[in-house]
C-alpha cells in the first residue's frame, strides 16, 4: 500500500445506460464497475478497496452494497465500505475511498453506485419515523418531492423575476445536451412549449420540469500517485476536493434556502452556498476556475439555484446567463452538459458519480459531441435529505 500522498487520481470511470430495466440493482453496478476497471486498464485483483453506495430501496444486498459488488465481482480479499447520503451518496462514498488513500491504506480503490427505482416519484419506505424530517414532510403535510421543489421555483420568480419559460429553457438545453449521450434515458429534443403544455404537476413546474426515476449505475477508480504513476497515469484526472459539509450555524435551515446577507464568512454562508465554498477553498480555485459544472437538476428551477450557489454567477443572475447562452455548450460556463437528470433520472447513489464520470470525459477531452472545449476544471453540486451536501472538483 502507499504511503500518504497529496493527489488521488481518477484512473476510470464506467457506467450502465440509465432507463427503466426492472433488474436486480448488482447486475447494473457490476456492468459500470467492469466498465470503469477497463477504462483505467487496472485488473481487478489489483483492487484494495471497495466502497459501494448504499440503496435503502433494494433490500439487504442494497444496505451493505460495498459487500454486495465485491463479490459479485469476486472475492479478491479487498477491504470493503459502504456509504449512504441520500442524494449526495456517491460522493459520499467517493470521499470514503479518497480519504483511505491519503491516508496511504489503499492504492486502488472501487467506487460503485447503482439503484433499481420503483415507478413513479420517490416516496419513504414503510413505517413510522417521527423524527425523520422527511417522512414528516410526506406524511404530515403531503408534500412530496415535486411540492418541494415548487416552492423552490416560486421562490426564484418572486425574488428574481423567473418566469415559467426560464424553467423550460433549463430543460431545452439539457435536453440538447443529452441527445449526444449514450448513457442517457431520456435522448429526445424538447421546446419551450413541449415543457408548458405537460401537465402541470405542481404550480409552477409541469411535467418536463422534473426528473423522473429511473434504474442506472456509475463506478469510478481511484488511485493513488504513487500507482498512477506505476501504470503511467500520472497525467490523470485529479480528485481536488471533495465538500461533504453541513450547515453553519446560525444558518441551519435544511429544506428551504435562505437569503445570504454577507458570504464572505462561512458563518453567513447559506448552506448550499457553503457546499460548493469548501470544496473551492481545498482545491485552492474559485468559481471563476471552473469550465464546466454538473448540477443537481432535480427541477428546471434548481439548476438555476444551483448556478448561484457555487458561484458561477451572482445571486439573481443565473436566468440572464441562461437567456445569453452562456450555460449552454459553447457558452461560457456550461452546465450539465451530460443531460443532467433531465435526461437521466435519478438512480440515487449513482447520480453523483455519474456526474463524476461526465466530468473526468469532460476532463479528459473524450465527452464528443458534447465536449466542451479546453476544459481543465470541472465541478459537481449534489444535496442529499438532512444536511447532506456533496460536491466534487476535478482538475487536470
Not at 39 to 53: E, K
Not at 217 to 227: F, P
Request: aromatic share 8%.
Amino acid at each position: 500500500m502507499s504511503t500518504a500522498s497529496s493527489q488521488v487520481r481518477i484512473a476510470g470511470v464506467g457506467m450502465h445506460p440509465w432507463g427503466k430495466w426492472g433488474r436486480p440493482f448488482v447486475q447494473y453496478g457490476v456492468h459500470a464497475a467492469r466498465e470503469a476497471l477497463k477504462d483505467a486498464g487496472v485488473p481487478w485483483t489489483d483492487v484494495d478497496l471497495v466502497v459501494g453506495g448504499e440503496t435503502v430501496r433494494n433490500g439487504y444486498a442494497g444496505y451493505v452494497a460495498g459487500s454486495t459488488f465485491a463479490q459479485a465481482l469476486g472475492w479478491n480479499g479487498a477491504r470493503i465500505a459502504t456509504s449512504y447520503a441520500a442524494c449526495a451518496t456517491g460522493a459520499q462514498a467517493l470521499d470514503t475511498a479518497r480519504a483511505r488513500i491519503l491516508a496511504g491504506m489503499s492504492d486502488v480503490a472501487l467506487v460503485v453506485g447503482a439503484d433499481t427505482t420503483p415507478k413513479g416519484f420517490l416516496a419513504p419506505n414503510a413505517g413510522e419515523r417521527w423524527e425523520d424530517p422527511d417522512w414528516l414532510r410526506f406524511r404530515l403535510l403531503g408534500m412530496t418531492n415535486p411540492a418541494y421543489f415548487a416552492m423552490y421555483a416560486r421562490r426564484r420568480m418572486d425574488l428574481y423575476g423567473a418566469t415559467s419559460e426560464d424553467f423550460a429553457q433549463v430543460k431545452v438545453k439539457n435536453a440538447r445536451h443529452g441527445l449526444s449521450n449514450p448513457y442517457a434515458r431520456y435522448r429526445k429534443e424538447v421546446a419551450v412549449e413541449d415543457v408548458l403544455g405537460s401537465a402541470v404537476v405542481s404550480d409552477p413546474l409541469h411535467l418536463l420540469d422534473i426528473c423522473a426515476t429511473s434504474d442506472g449505475a456509475a463506478a469510478v477508480v481511484l488511485v493513488s500517485e504513487e500507482y498512477a504513476q506505476r501504470i503511467g497515469l500520472d497525467d490523470a484526472v485529479r480528485v481536488a476536493a471533495v465538500s461533504t459539509v453541513t450547515p453553519t450555524f446560525p444558518n441551519t435551515v435544511l429544506d428551504m434556502p435562505m437569503l445570504s446577507t454577507d458570504a464572505g464568512t462561512p458563518g453567513d454562508r447559506t448552506f448550499k452556498q457553503s457546499i460548493g465554498a469548501a470544496a473551492y477553498d481545498e482545491a485552492g480555485v474559485g468559481p471563476e476556475d471552473v469550465d464546466v459544472a454538473e448540477v443537481y437538476d432535480l427541477s428546471t428551477a434548481l439548476e438555476l439555484d444551483w448556478m448561484e450557489d457555487l458561484g458561477l454567477c451572482k445571486e439573481g443572475e443565473a436566468e440572464s446567463l441562461l437567456r445569453a447562452g452562456d450555460t449552454t455548450i459553447g457558452g461560457r460556463i456550461p452546465v450539465n452538459p451530460s443531460g443532467g437528470l433531465a435526461c437521466f433520472g435519478e438512480a440515487v447513489p449513482a447520480q453523483a458519480l455519474a456526474q463524476v464520470c461526465e466530468l473526468t470525459w469532460q476532463l479528459r477531452g473524450q465527452a464528443g459531441e458534447r465536449q466542451v472545449e479546453g476544459a481543465r476544471v470541472g465541478i459537481t453540486a449534489n444535496q442529499g435529505l438532512f444536511g447532506h451536501g456533496s460536491s466534487v472538483l476535478l482538475t487536470r
